[in-house]
């Protein structure tokens, strides 16, 4: 019966912002393109109950109302990459070969409550 | 400690065994051959969502990372010793850049020959040889090579090219001691050899053989597949 606050919104899961100057890590001598890399991360809370943009499952969702009822016994869905883009990178090796190299999933795009 | 810096670790993660240190790093505006600006660009652009990372449409075959690996061959002499009107070329890529997890699935020889205006012949005949073991000064030099390619080019105002697949010659030049490069081999075919060059054969060395033929670039274009940087069986985003 006691009131359930909702969890203030920006604590809520979702994607944060952090871009790497490759100039800030030393890497512009071998790094051509591109300047930097978006390292974006997901953090927040999945909280009860779960809205539509949170991308829950329907077991994220059912565990939200598990650990409404039992926080210390059941915890929270995790807050997690659920697109992510590929980056590109073009550098010189150690022989001064010009390499191209394409990462898969390496750009978060967007959270949810897994 | 630095083997565990987090650094070393992260790029380990990318597929580098380590912070690459290129030797002309400190020279700028070093070239880039406009073909990976191209794939780079197209990579960042706004279809990048569509284009699967893990294949190089360009070249149609499984592969996420390209290299052009430099020539490091050298100008062998000012004459063939096996064709006294030719000058000849050593090519050497040194494969070992890539890693042994790596699955080569492509490596094309791309030559290039840069005409120079009012000097020079305007075709060559152009043969290549894969060369099998060293062979000592004064034997047959015949013996330690394989021919792979003769045509005969046509120079032109805009740079010529020539691609040749070497990829299941390059896969082997990943094993240790197995790489003895390639030969180029040069014939001028509508000019006289000593219209070309200031001196005779029988000069003991070359003043400036090279500064009569077109400039010659090799590259050897290598895709290759790191497998635990692309996932087979990636469902594509519906």
Known sequence: SAVHLPVTPSNVCKARRLYIDFKDVGWQDWIIAPQGYMANYCHGECPFPLSESLNGTNHAILQTLVHSLDPHGTPQPCCVPIHLSPISMLYYDNNDNVVLRHYQDMVVDECGCR | EEAKSPERLFLGSLGLSGRPRPAGSQQPGRHVPSALWRMFRRSEGDHAEESDPCTVSEYGVRGNIIRYVQDQGRLVSGWSSSCRAC????????????????????????????????????????????????????????????????????????????????????????????????????????????????????????????SALPLVQASLVAVSLNPHQCRSGRRRRR
């Open chain 2, 87 to 210: 000058l000849e070329k050593q090519l050497y890529f040194n494969m070992s850049v890539l890693q042994p997890v790596e699955l080569l699935s492509l490596a094309q020889l791309e030559i290039t020959f840069h005409w120079k205006l009012l000097q020079g012949p305007r075709a060559l005949s152009v043969s290549l040889y894969q060369v099998i073991r060293a062979t000592l000064r004064g034997a047959d030099p015949q013996a330690g090579r394989r021919l792979l390619l003769s045509q005969s080019v046509r120079l032109q105002h805009e740079p010529t090219s020539v691609a040749v697949d070497l990829t299941a010659l390059a896969e082997g030049w990943r094993k240790p001691g197995r790489n003895y490069g390639l030969l180029l081999e040069l014939l001028p075919l509508d000019a006289e050899p000593e219209e070309l060059l200031p001196f005779h054969p029988g000069n003991s060395l070359p003043l400036e053989p090279a």
